[in-house]
């Protein structure tokens, strides 16, 4: 089944292959992108792989100088050249002996990356291209970098090419925040964060760091198949179906999504949760709970990957409450999955940006977020937002609009416009080179006018 492109989205990826285009000898700029997480299956465990690929592909089809240091699968070539994007895969000898993914043997590959990438980045790649004038940016991500970064910073100040070089951390999550040294941290590097309720998080640990939100690929605002969707709404027609992909964690409001689903039972709303978790042993935990409180739990596993398999694992359903995904998603199912929901929850306890709200966005889907990190969510505008842990609270607000088809429409189309402004080509000419060209000091340091 093919996807269909329409202008918005061509236009959005005209803007971001052309819009920032500029001669690669002539900008004077490179920038690096440090992370664990990746675009090879090996290195992807959640949103920071999809952060970081994606900003990576945007800034590469700009015409920017790119390259991206990651823990990668260890069967693939070390280095590969993508036109302006090059890949380097990390710590290799080591997920050798760690099979299972990007975070397995974690502490082994945090200190070789801090070891030895800092040196090997200077010496084979910044030096030349600084003492020829140039400047680089290098943006690392989350608690497994610092200690890469603080090795850079020594190395660029002994090599005397510091103040050619804008160093930045990021902070995707509050994840062991308790083990970084703070005070060296930002002496060396401007600290970033995704969200502004992050932001304010970080202000009690008398840190102020700048917002460079999430962004979406232009590929996320390309609409399902409209003969999936048809599929998928036949399929469970004169069912209530709502979505949920998130960790199987407590933060996640798994148990709040029980609760709700056991109200629209008792209402007769004749519900339909399909789930999809991770391999976190909460997972089990919740979905025992959720059959003591009377909820029907069928596991599905798809028997070919795609679409194909994500419609064939919704038949006969009709006896089920809660369907459990244990297959994967890939991004063709996904914009099935939240385009064709009747809600897609999206709430959390915690949540420092909530893509998987932007993503139902992008697809036309309908978003019930919380109030933390979602700052593209404006309540009833363009998605539901819950403030308390009441069951009843998302009851009255989807009843609302259950029974307004025409308002229910106007907030898809909402949400899909909202999440044009949220692909990366928008955030990157929005706010991240604007904050660049500031921190840099240079009127026109990316060779535009």
Known sequence: MEAREDRGVKEIRHQTTHAFLANEQDVGVQFHLLSFEGPDDYAQAGSLASRITGLAHVLAEAGFDTHLWFVGDPDLPGHEAHDHLRLYRWCQWISRYHPRGVYDGAEGKQADYAASLPPFLLREVLLPHLRHGGHAVILAEEWHTVHTVLHLDWLLRQAQVRSQVTLLWNANSTIAFERIDWGRLTAAAMITTVSRYMKHLMQRLGIDPLVIPNGLSADALVLPEQKA????????????????????????????????????????????????????????????????????????????????????????????????????????????????????????????????????????????????????????????VLETTDPWEFIGLFEEVRTAPAQERAMRRAGRITAQQYVWSQIMDRILLPRLRLLTGLPTPWGQP
């Open 229 to 384: 969707v048809a599929t998928f709404r036949a399929r469970l027609r004169g069912r209530t179906v709502v979505t949920k992909v998130a960790r199987w964690d407590p933060e996640q409001h798994w148990l709040l999504a029980i609760d709700t689903l056991g109200v629209m039972k008792r209402l007769r709303w004749q519900p339909l949760l399909i789930a999809r978790g991770g391999a976190e042993a909460y997972g089990a935990h919740m979905l025992a709970a959720a059959a003591r409180a009377g909820l029907r739990v069928v596991e599905r596993t798809h028997p070919q990957p795609g679409i194909c398999g994500l419609l064939h694992i919704l038949e006969d359903l009709e006896e089920a409450d809660i369907v459990s995904l244990r297959s994967p998603l890939d991004a063709e199912s996904r914009r099935v999955l939240f385009r064709s929901a009747d809600v897609v929850w999206a709430h959390s306890g915690h949540e420092p940006f909530g893509l998987v709200g932007v993503e139902t966005m992008a697809v036309g889907g309908l978003a019930c977020t919380g109030c933390s990190g979602e700052d593209y969510a404006v309540p009833g505008r363009n998605a539901l």
